[in-house]
């Protein structure tokens, strides 16, 4: 089983430090578990692939499909980039809940949202994902057509639109 995990050690708002206590808690009571992080930022443990900044879109898009699950530590995040990467390469994420991903995942069909933000509740979260079946195919097709790029160009014009005829 690997989980994958875009790393920032240096800031706090990713929530690393909970991450890296959520994923400890897990690795104690599965010995299958293989963290492989990616981003800024140093392995805290030896059992972990650090693979640093990845610049390349499809070497990332493979490691998230190599993987069996995402997790998006961050505390505060607007909309979570790395999350909708993760979903449409078929990976479901365990996130905290905050603002992006609230709307972004769908409990129990694309990830699952930790109740609060403590490391505890993430590894509950993680624990839970690594206990079920996702469909990968289902989970790249939401996202998918949720997030199409043509559609949100088309959706933000309106809105500028109507914007513009409010002056």
């Known amino acids: ?14 929530g690393a430090d909970l991450a890296q206590e ?30 640093g900044e990845i610049q390349d879109e499809r070497l990332l898009a493979l490691l998230y499909s190599a993987a069996d699950l995402f997790i998006m530590s961050s505390i505060e995040e607007a909309f979570g980039q790395v ?12 996130s905290f809940p905050t603002g992006g991903s609230i709307d972004i995942i769908k409990e129990g069909e694309n990830g699952i949202l930790a109740k609060d933000f ?7 979260a993680i624990a839970k994902a690594l206990s079920q ?6 989970i790249t097709d939401d996202v998918q057509k949720r997030f199409d790029i043509k559609d949100k160009v088309s ?4 809105l500028y639109e109507t914007i513009l005829q409010l002056k």
């Open 118 to 124: 403590t490391a505890n509740e993430l590894a509950k």
């Open 133 to 138: 079946s996702f469909d990968l195919q289902v």
């Open 1 to 14: 089983m690997t989980t994958a995990w875009a790393d920032s050690l240096q800031n706090k708002r990713k």
């Open 22 to 51: 959520a994923l400890n808690t897990i690795q104690q009571k599965r010995s299958d578990i293989q963290v492989v992080t990616f981003g800024k930022g140093e392995s805290w443990n030896t059992d972990i692939i650090s693979l």
């Open 155 to 158: 959706e933000y014009r309106n």
């Open 83 to 94: 999350t909708i990467e993760a979903l449409a390469c078929g990976l479901p994420v365990v």
